[in-house]
């Protein structure tokens, strides 16, 4: 069979969630394949086949469609009209699997899966980012296969949609493996190089849906305020989470990290004292098994698809009720045997979601065609 992957979400220099997503698949197909052939499309006038990242070998190849890589009124139109459709019909595609978006290339004979990781827009009126729901209403039926990552997000598909639910597949994610327990050292390192010398609840995200204003404001009304510090892993609005901080009176206690690498984020999850993550909607929530790899107790929400992936290993609270946020922070800064079984809980719970596994979900849709 062979099988085409959009690949060219990997083609950027800033890690996404959408690329470790891509990423994941990619390589859990790369590392279980055995027959099928895998072309790995980017889109580049000027960057060649070298130049792209992602795996070769073992059927998997690369090729750069010339399509510019920036955005431009027509380039959708273009690339699913035109460039797409050719290029698969030339190379005999038989499954053309595109990891996020709302369209999909106008090819009858090619086997359509999409990936739909969430529905922001409109199930919490997310306006940062917002998806483009028109184009979802005239792309879903046409569909072969809808993958979503949750439970959570097929219901929001069914509710939201008239899609037939036979057409939608739930595949859960993973969590990379660089993602597990720092050694003393690294833990030591990450401290000194941030200036960590007090304990710390850790929190990552900027954009609103990750609920900074609540997790600020919980921390600022929880009674241990002032034996730990927030750290929030944060890359926009830093001024306004500034703000906030300071009309709370706890700028002193809370420290925003910007443009943290891949190997700083595992080093503070190991580091933290308890993840906090109270998030107002996720599709998956891939950052609570990340914490939980990395050996870190999570407070996360009681909200879409957070207790799907959390089960019992992680103190579930309501986002939008500070008090409840700010009760969690106090039960995990005073009570160790409390956060010593939410760690133990993690360690088993996040052994439940595996790249391979989803790796092994995707080959049984794409063997549908």
């Given at each position: 069979?062979?099988?085409?992957?959009?690949?060219?979400?990997?083609?950027?220099?800033?890690?996404?969630?959408?690329?470790?997503?891509?990423?994941?698949?990619?390589?859990?197909?790369?590392?279980?394949?055995?027959?099928?052939?895998?072309?790995?499309?980017?889109?580049?006038?000027?960057?060649?086949?070298?130049?792209?990242?992602?795996?070769?070998?073992?059927?998997?190849?690369?090729?750069?469609?010339?399509?510019?890589?920036?955005?431009?009124?027509?380039?959708?139109?273009?690339?699913?009209?035109?460039?797409?459709?050719?290029?698969?019909?030339?190379?005999?595609?038989?499954?053309?699997?595109?990891?996020?978006?709302?369209?999909?290339?106008?090819?009858?004979?090619?086997?359509?899966?999409?990936?739909?990781?969430?529905?922001?827009?409109?199930?919490?009126?997310?306006?940062?980012?917002?998806?483009?729901?028109?184009?979802?209403?005239?792309?879903?039926?046409?569909?072969?296969?809808?993958?979503?990552?949750?439970?959570?997000?097929?219901?929001?598909?069914?509710?939201?949609?008239?899609?037939?639910?036979?057409?939608?597949k739930v595949a859960y994610l993973a969590a990379d493996e660089r993602f597990r327990r720092s050694s003393d050292q690294a833990i030591a390192a990450i401290r000194e190089k941030y200036n960590l010398h007090e304990k710390f609840f850790l929190s990552v995200g900027s954009v609103p849906r990750k609920n900074i204003e609540g997790i600020?404001?919980?921390?600022?009304?929880?009674?241990?305020?002032?034996?730990?510090?927030?750290?929030?892993?944060?890359?926009?609005?830093?001024?306004?989470?500034?703000?906030?901080?300071?009309?709370?009176?706890?700028?002193?206690?809370?420290?925003?990290?910007?443009?943290?690498?891949?190997?700083?984020?595992?080093?503070?999850?190991?580091?933290?004292?308890?993840?906090?993550?109270?998030?107002?909607?996720?599709?998956?929530?891939?950052?609570?098994?990340?914490?939980?790899?990395?050996?870190?107790?999570?407070?996360?929400?009681?909200?879409?698809?957070?207790?799907?992936?959390?089960?019992?290993?992680?103190?579930?609270?309501?986002?939008?009720?500070?008090?409840?946020?700010?009760?969690?922070?106090?039960?995990?800064?005073?009570?160790?045997?409390?956060?010593?079984?939410?760690?133990?809980?993690?360690?088993?719970?996040?052994?439940?979601?595996?790249?391979?596994?989803?790796?092994?979900?995707?080959?049984?849709?794409?063997?549908?065609?």
């Open positions: 069979m062979k099988i085409c992957l959009e690949a060219q979400s990997l083609n950027h220099t800033r890690r996404s969630g959408l690329m470790t997503y891509t990423e994941g698949l990619i390589n859990s197909l790369y590392h279980q394949n055995k027959t099928d052939d895998y072309t790995l499309a980017y889109f580049s006038l000027k960057r060649k086949v070298a130049d792209m990242p992602g795996p070769t070998g073992n059927g998997f190849h690369k090729n750069v469609l010339k399509v510019p890589d920036w955005d431009f009124p027509l380039h959708t139109k273009i690339l699913n009209s035109i460039i797409l459709p050719r290029f698969l019909r030339d190379n005999k595609i038989d499954v053309f699997h595109r990891p996020s978006g709302y369209n999909m290339p106008e090819s009858r004979k090619v086997f359509k899966v999409l990936t739909v990781h969430d529905l922001r827009t409109l199930t919490i009126g997310d306006k940062k980012w917002t998806q483009n729901i028109d184009h979802y209403h005239a792309t879903l039926n046409k569909l072969d296969v809808c993958v979503v990552v949750s439970e959570c997000t097929k219901r929001d598909l069914l509710e939201h949609f008239h899609i037939d639910e036979k057409k939608i600020i404001r919980g921390f600022a009304g929880a009674k241990v305020r002032n034996d730990y510090i927030l750290i929030l892993s944060c890359n926009q609005d830093i001024e306004k989470y500034t703000q906030w901080a300071e009309s709370l009176n706890i700028s002193s206690r809370v420290r925003i990290l910007q443009q943290l690498s891949d190997q700083d984020m595992v080093d503070l999850y190991s580091a933290c004292h308890c993840f906090l993550f109270p998030s107002l909607y996720e599709g998956f929530g891939l950052p609570i098994v990340e914490a939980m790899q990395c050996g870190a107790p999570v407070i996360t929400s009681n909200r879409s698809s957070c207790p799907e992936v959390a089960g019992d290993a992680a103190l579930l609270v309501d986002p939008r009720n500070v008090n409840e946020i700010s009760e969690a922070v106090d039960q995990m800064g005073t009570n160790e045997s409390l956060r010593e079984e939410f760690i133990r809980r993690g360690s088993i719970r996040c052994k439940q979601f595996h790249w391979k596994n989803y790796g092994i979900e995707m080959k049984k849709i794409y063997d549908l065609a």
